[in-house]
């Protein structure tokens, strides 16, 4: 049920996000942070629902070598994946705030 509550939530931000863009083609530095924001979370979401998806298939290989290696290498795929994520997050972080204090 929390899943769906964080789904609802980030379909209203996406919401917010598109209803505070200009109607001009320019797009402001807050909107484009909004917008990166919600599809690096997102990412971060689907990296989580990887890492769950990879310790069900574990829990229920039953011992099985081939589908416990499986396993394993989909959790430590979605966990690199989380990584790629969180580095995104931090580096969108830094130019973004780096190009506002620029423009200022």
């Known amino acids: 049920m929390r899943i769906l ?5 980030s379909q209203q ?4 996000t598109i ?12 909107n ?7 599809v690096l979370g997102t990412a971060g979401l689907v990296a989580v629902g990887v890492i769950i998806y990879g310790g069900v298939k574990y829990l229920t ?3 099985a070598p081939e589908k416990t ?16 994520v969180g580095l995104a997050m931090a580096i969108t972080t830094f130019v973004l705030t780096i190009i506002g204090d620029s423009t200022s």
């Open 5 to 9: 509550e964080i789904l609802a939530d």
């Open 13 to 16: 931000d996406v919401k917010n």
């Open 19 to 30: 209803n505070s863009l200009p109607n001009h083609s320019g797009v402001t530095s807050g």
């Open 32 to 38: 484009l942070q909004n917008i990166i924001y919600w």
């Open 61 to 63: 290989s039953q011992g």
């Open 69 to 84: 290696k499986q396993a394993s290498q989909i959790i430590a795929y979605a966990v690199i994946g989380l990584v790629v």
